[in-house]
């Protein structure tokens, strides 16, 4: 038994081609992917784990003659956490690449990891700009908040919005959602009150409201991560704004699709710029969304758990053009100028940068089939991050 089990992983290496020994082919391929699964984050780690998953159970899990393996880790949302499980990832599991990092101090805390590992780091959720800098090793297939926020400011302006008020969370990606949004806005002769920034944890938007409340703007603009837009709706309707005549519009981190339904009827009309729809209209998406649903008791794909799909969308090609060799550098080359389609549309990974290219659209939130979803009404194609050189 034994002797033949040898014989065929032997024929799987040779079939392999030159690339990989009888011993990496017997060594399964590991990915270890850290996550927020608990914590005020957690439905972050739901849908990528979920989406990781379904990819899967589509394509299998043998690449190149080599079995992958996931290791699914909880970081619970906190840094120093998602720090010591990459380190154990890395050096007691030996894994290959390192994926996940739900907000962006917990893929701050993690690139020395990658670096000194020489291990790719896949970030499948965090989206402040200055991330990739922090390591050569980090490749980036989530968004760039400067991306949605350039649109909604050109959007703000076209539309006859003259003062808009902004709000966001008070760390990386509320700063690059609210400085790109305001140089933008400004720049086309809009002007902006009033800048507020809330606590990320355990926020109380209610005092940032009421001076919103004061500041009569014609919008507010706002940014709170995936899995946050609930609180703030709630508070938001309890301060009666959405009866004030100040229109919400946002990035669509806040009518993230996973709990849209559950934010209620005073999000209709909602504008958002943002990556993905539910609702996005091609076959790809339809049967992502079905496929998806089944799988996980009715539960709607968000953003999250298309940028977890596209990881490992982005992984399975490494792998294969390595010829299923872990090589951190090479895996990290071969995830350079990578495209492939999503669920979200077209999706690139600038060779130059390693950051992601996508599609934005513009949408706004209505009832269809007695749901809320986000319905795109304008597409902007090939959206580089503004916040880096054009190369
Ligand atoms: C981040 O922490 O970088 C982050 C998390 C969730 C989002 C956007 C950005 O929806």
């Not at 380190?87 to 993690?110: C, K, N, Y």
């Not at 590992?117 to 760039?144: D, L």
């Not at 309890?238 to 996973?258: A, V, Y």
Request: charged share 20%; no cysteine; aromatic share 8%.
């Amino acid at each position: 038994m034994i002797a033949r089990r040898n014989l065929l992983i032997l024929a799987a290496a040779v079939l392999a081609g030159p690339f990989i020994s009888a011993a990496e082919a017997q060594e399964p391929f590991r990915v270890a992917l850290i996550l927020p699964m608990t914590g005020a984050s957690q439905s972050t780690g739901r849908q990528i784990d979920a989406a990781v998953k379904l990819f899967m159970k589509e394509h299998g899990d043998t690449v190149a003659g080599r079995k992958v393996e996931v290791l699914l880790r909880d970081d619970a949302g906190v840094a120093d956490t998602t720090r010591r499980l990459a380190q154990e990832a890395v050096v007691r599991d030996h894994v290959q690449i390192i994926a996940g990092f739900g907000l962006t101090p917990l893929a701050m805390s993690s690139a020395p990891i990658a670096t000194q590992g020489k291990v790719p780091m896949v970030v499948m959720a965090a989206a402040t700009s200055s991330i990739m800098a922090a390591s050569p090793y980090i490749v980036r297939v989530s968004q760039v908040l400067p991306q949605p926020a350039v649109i909604a400011a050109d959007w703000a302006a076209k539309n006859g919005l003259k003062s808009v008020v902004t709000l966001v969370s008070d760390y990386g990606p509320g700063y690059d959602a609210e400085k790109w949004f305001v140089e933008r806005f400004k720049a086309a002769g809009g002007t902006v009150p009033e800048s507020l920034r809330v606590p990320l944890a355990n926020p109380d938007f209610a005092p940032f409201l009421q001076r919103v409340a004061d500041a009569k703007p014609d919008a507010l603009y706002v940014f709170v991560p995936a899995g946050f837009g609930s609180a703030f709706a709630k508070q938001f309707v309890e301060r009666g704004l959405d009866k004030s005549g100040i229109k919400l519009i946002g990035t669509g981190d806040m009518t993230d699709d996973d709990l849209l339904n559950g934010m209620g009827d005073a999000m209709l009309g909602v504008v958002t710029a943002g990556p993905y729809s539910a609702s996005h209209d091609s076959a790809m998406n339809k049967r992502f969304v079905a496929d998806f649903k089944a799988g996980n008791g009715g539960m709607r794909p968000n953003f999250m758990a298309v940028f977890g799909y596209d990881g490992m969308q982005a992984i399975y090609k490494a792998i294969e053009k390595t010829g299923g060799k872990g090589d951190g550098l090479a895996l990290v080359d071969a995830m350079k100028g990578l495209s492939f389609e999503s669920p979200r549309g077209p999706v690139m990974i600038d060779a130059a940068t390693r950051d992601v290219v996508l599609n934005i659209y513009m949408r706004k939130v209505e009832r269809r089939d007695g749901e809320l979803y986000n319905t795109e009404f304008e597409t902007f194609s090939n959206v580089f991050d503004p916040a880096k050189p054009k190369p």
